[in-house]
């Protein structure tokens, strides 16, 4: 018998959750709480129970800088492929709080973790990849229960970060999570606030048996 789990909490966390930018304080996070989203992203599944994933914790004011340096660059390059009202809406967006969280978690992919025969990867290549993202998704909600923000930073050149925290080639960075304390989480996902993007809801992603089929 499973035990009984309370499942407003659960739910409430998930749809609590945002990716963070304007809201990070700078203050530290307590190491407790640290450890604690850590060892929940560390218990995601994994393919074969290979646990795939890697942490780099980057914490050196110059590091930060270099990287939103880096990101400021590309934000730039794909601003330059925009016009109009697109462009207009973007120049409102802010892509990252690299420097305001004070902590950036790069996370990585070894697809040599758990030997050359992972069970359940032989069909899949990309099942390793899925469970790296299992890992970011449980330390993001783990990190919003724990009432801290995460941002998941996406404008960058994987080979210049993996330089940048010395990954070796065949690791391969996943993301960069801005993670931090935070004045407090938006009601509504920055990107549906500035009109970028709205959610659809869930009805619009169902198929009944076959792709198509509605109910």
């Not at 070796?168 to 801005?178: E, F, G, I, S, T």
Request: net charge negative; charged share 25%.
């Amino acid at each position: 018998m499973i035990p009984e789990i309370p499942t407003a909490g659960l739910y409430d966390v998930i749809n609590r959750r945002r990716d963070t930018r304007r809201e990070f304080t700078g203050a530290e996070i307590p190491q407790d709480a640290l450890d604690r989203v850590l060892s929940a992203a560390h218990c995601a599944p994994s393919v074969g129970m290979s646990q795939p994933w890697d942490f780099v914790l980057v914490r050196a004011p110059e590091t930060l800088d270099v990287f939103a340096k880096h990101v400021g660059e590309e934000r730039d390059t794909y601003a330059a492929t925009l016009e109009g009202e697109r462009a207009e809406t973007f120049s409102r967006i802010k892509v990252e709080g690299i420097r305001e969280s004070g902590l950036g978690i790069v996370v990585g992919y070894d697809p040599t973790r758990g030997g050359p025969n992972v069970l359940g990867r032989h069909a899949i290549a990309d099942a390793g990849l899925y469970s790296v993202v299992c890992a970011i998704q449980n330390l993001w909600l783990a990190a919003t229960a724990e009432g801290l923000g995460v941002g998941w930073v996406s404008f960058y050149r994987e080979e210049f970060l993996r330089s940048l925290v010395g990954m070796p080639d065949h690791v391969r960075p996943v993301a960069w999570l801005c993670v931090g304390p935070v004045e407090g989480l938006p009601d509504v996902p920055d990107l549906e606030r500035h009109g970028w993007r709205h959610r659809s809801p869930v009805g619009s992603v169902l198929h009944q048996e076959t792709y198509g089929r509605r109910a």
